[in-house]
């Protein structure tokens, strides 16, 4: 239970998703599964996809025919609750933030991770997104196999020298 | 004796944004604190905040409190002490503070309290033992001074501070063993949660210390269950193999020096402790003494900042100055205030706040 261990269920995580043909493009998946007083999702997102109303509490709702899948919202989003998935070829291309130094490089292979914390498959980081108006919460952008489309969430951290 | 207009003592987000609207007005205003620096907790603050964007959500602490000291220094009629711990206050508004070993005191037409909330612990065998940490002492030696507070970390607590100092403590590269939750579900936002989970940090509920283990610093923690009245369950131990035990189990607000000035106090305890009563404009009992921010109860850096605000509003109107459209902006900050405190996490604001007498 989400509640106790901060895992959401598997209803919960399919929730997020749109269909699999909608996600032949890019789309944001908002996992923000609770009212917390917060829009930067909203305002953050050029194509208007993503609504917080007037209330900040309430839950964003996305728009999937206006998300372009861009990623802007992922780097802006606080709770760091928001990924880019996409199906291409029976693989997924994600888009994750990543917080932590050192960053992977570009080809290289890491262990992906599901929602609670388990190595579930290796993939590859396609590109690596950091700029200074991304605001130091870079953008990985890793493939994986279609088959773990609804448990891939991150990337395992590569520990730095000390 | 040195004389003041307005004296603010805590140079937090509340101290700070409380200054900038007095000195908009053309107020004199003295901001002391205790600390080397201005920004209070925001000083360690690395990670993105929540609110919107009138409150800089998504920009992190640190950069929001660049922001609020850039709006106020340099200002010809803006005095900073800081290193000055405040350490007495009286009826007259004379307040005694310490810089090193020298005794100063300065006299104010209006104070402004705004020094925040220190860190409460829990009782169990050998919390005294070096390695048993608060998360904000912890959370200050990574990111202020850069250095690890050990390798393996127990977590106890699982309020936003808990789960945003685990945080920081992996970015760190530093080992978090687990996290445990006394109560029956985790306190923060469950967004900060799953960050955490995902990265390998078991989150478990219902569940305390017990003990620290080890002789002249921690070498392990016994952790144990606890049953529906928060005692410990025999037989259901573990041991923990970890060098810090990190408590982030709440705040309490600073009201010590309020209650020495013999201003009125009230026990809330959704609002942290003891609390001075206070009227909807943070005016308290005492003539032209006022309290914002975390010490008139536990809140968030974006509320500190309102409520600070608000304060600095009253404050420039009871000094007489003249603040153009002072019930709108008040009325706006009202308004945004409670759009903060509305939803699931602000119901413990709102009962305490209801108790107080204030919903403002
Ligand atoms: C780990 C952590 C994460 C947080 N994350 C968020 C977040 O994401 N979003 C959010 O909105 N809030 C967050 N907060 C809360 C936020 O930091 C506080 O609510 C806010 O800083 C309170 O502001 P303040 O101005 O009331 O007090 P403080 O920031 O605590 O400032 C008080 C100041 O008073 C000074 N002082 C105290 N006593 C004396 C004395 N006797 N003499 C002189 N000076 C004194 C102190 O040195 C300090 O500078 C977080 C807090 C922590 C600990
Ligand atoms: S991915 Fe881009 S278009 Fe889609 S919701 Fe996020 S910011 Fe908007
Ligand atoms: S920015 Fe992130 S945490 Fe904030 S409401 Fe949007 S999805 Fe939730």
Known sequence: ?162 | MKTTECLIVGAGPAGMRAAKRLLDVGAEVTLIDRSDMLGGQLTKQTHMFFGSEKQHASKRGIDIMQLMIDEITNHPKLTVINNATVVAMYKDRVVGYVIGEQYHRIQAKAIVLAAGASEKAIPFENNDLPGVYAAGAVQTLMNVYGVKPGHKVLMVGSGNIGLIVTYQLLQADVEVVKLIEAADSIGGYLVHASKIKRLGVDIETNMSVKRAIGKDEVEAAEIWRLDEAWQGIEGTEEIIDCDVICMAVGLAPLTELLQQMGAKIMYVRELGGNVPIIDKDHRTSIERVYACGDMAGIEEASSAMMTGEITGLSAALDLGHAVENYDQEVARLRQELANLRDGPHGEKIRQGLKKLGVLS
């Open chain 1, 1 to 162: 239970m989400i509640e106790k261990t901060g895992v959401p269920s598997a209803k919960q995580i399919a929730s997020c998703f749109p269909d699999k043909i909608t996600l032949k493009k890019p789309k944001a998946i908002i996992e923000c599964y609770k009212e917390i007083p917060c829009n930067p999702c909203d305002t953050s997102c050029p194509f208007d996809a993503i609504t917080v109303p007037e209330d900040i509490n309430v839950r964003p709702s996305i728009d999937f025919d206006k998300c372009t899948g861009c990623g802007i919202c992922v780097y802006h989003c606080p709770g760091l609750a928001i990924s880019v998935m996409q199906l291409k070829d029976g693989m997924v291309s994600m888009k994750i933030p990543y917080e932590f130094t050192p960053l992977p490089n570009q080809g290289e292979t890491v262990n992906v991770m599901n929602r609670a914390g388990d190595i579930i498959t290796p993939g590859t980081i396609t590109k690596v997104q950091h700029t200074d108006k991304m605001n130091k919460t870079a953008l990985l952008h890793v493939e994986i196999p279609e088959a773990y489309l609804y448990d891939a969430i991150t990337v395992e951290v590569k520990h730095g020298s000390e």
